[in-house]
């Protein structure tokens, strides 16, 4: 059993806080993903659970017990990085035992270990190759598997398939998820990679400048975003977001998005799910599928532009021009057939979403 938890971390690189009093808590056998851009803080955080960065304030606890003052090799903690980090004058075999080499078990028990950690790995047969005969991705599963080994407290992956192409990505991370599944270690993953979060996490750590902005499932932070940062960072392609005003009509809510001669028709519900907010700054936004899109005028659909169609395979990704904002649309493949058309679209009203424009911040309002 393998709870992590950080009270209150901060960190600072000279005058720099990376890490803006972080408070967060790891489940026993959880997979965590910490997910954001470049300089977010999430691979200073890792290593800081490491023990291979200093905290300058707060806490890291391993059930329930501070390790921020025992060096990286008492914390029992096994980390697998981007680069393979694999001894090339090694065997496989030998790059998985190394680990072992250090404690008191005996030959026998070391190569039990290995080849059950290879067995799981589906690596048994690599078991003799050096790491230069081997692919990207069976050094990945080495570095892995080396780690697996010595069955640490924790398990903490550094964007451990970012340096892979794009086949071997997605065979990875199924690789990783059956082994999670498997194994069921608490596992702490790091990517800016939103894809291999989503498919990954039990939960997601989403981060910005430092700051922790929203942790929750993979569906709770697609689907109800916190604020406008998660809105557009999750999500391909991203959320489309724009200046709106609602104005009430005779039976129901009007949504006007930028400068748009009309407003798209919302229910009645929305004025006082707005809580007052109504006639503030409010910015919309809605995912390219909650933009539906007709050949025929209907009741509730606005007459627009198509600009650009993106043919994605199965689906397109279509820009509508309403008024002097685009709005993206998903549609199914080659149901419009290029720019310049004329379409009606409408917004789905239970896939839009509503946030105040000064702070950024989600209304929470759902219909």
């Known amino acids: 059993m393998t709870q992590i938890e950080l009270r209150g971390v901060q960190k600072f690189f000279g005058a720099v806080q990376v890490i803006k009093d972080l408070n967060l808590r790891i489940e026993d056998n959880e997979f965590i993903v910490l997910l954001g851009q470049s300089g977010c803080g999430k691979t200073t955080t890792l290593r800081a659970i490491a023990g291979l960065e200093t905290i ?68 048994t047969d690599l078991l003799g190759k050096k790491p230069s005969a081997l692919s990207g991705g069976d050094m990945q599963r080495v570095a892995i598997g080396r780690a697996l080994v010595r069955r640490p407290k924790a398990m ?145 659909f606005m007459a627009v532009e198509t600009q650009i169609v993106e043919p994605l395979g199965s689906f397109d990704i279509v820009d509508l021009k309403v008024g002097s904002k685009m709005l993206r649309a998903r549609t199914k493949s080659g149901f419009i057939s290029g720019p310049g058309e004329r379409v009606f679209a409408r917004i789905d009203p239970t896939q839009a979403h509503f946030f105040d424009a000064a702070s950024g911040k989600s209304l929470g309002v759902r219909l």
């Open 56 to 123: 300058d304030e707060g806490d890291i606890l391993i059930d329930g017990k501070p390790i921020q003052h025992l060096k990286a090799a008492d914390r029992d903690i096994a980390m697998v990085f981007q680069s393979f980090s694999l001894y090339p004058h090694m065997s496989v075999y030998e790059n998985i035992a190394f680990p072992l080499r250090a404690t008191r078990k005996s030959k026998s028990e070391i190569d039990q270990e290995v080849r059950s950690v290879a067995k799981t790995l589906q690596i």
């Open 156 to 300: 903490l992956m550094d964007e451990p398939i970012g340096a892979l192409d794009a086949k071997l990505r997605e065979e990875m991370r199924a690789e990783i998820k059956r082994l999670h599944i498997k194994q069921g270690s608490t596992t702490i993953y790091v990517t800016h990679d939103q894809i291999e979060a989503m498919s990954l996490a039990d939960r997601i750590v989403i981060m910005h400048e430092g700051v922790l902005q929203q942790v929750g499932s993979p569906d709770e932070v697609y689907s109800h975003p916190a604020n406008l940062f998660v809105a557009q960072f999750v999500g391909s392609p991203v959320m489309n977001v724009a200046d709106a005003a609602v104005a009430e009509k005779a039976s129901s809510a009007s949504v006007t998005v930028g400068d748009a001669p009309t407003g798209f028709e919302f229910p009645r519900a929305l004025l006082s799910k707005l809580n007052g907010h109504a006639g503030g700054r409010l910015a919309l936004g809605i995912r390219p599928e909650g933009v539906l899109i007709s050949r025929e005028a209907a009741e509730g």
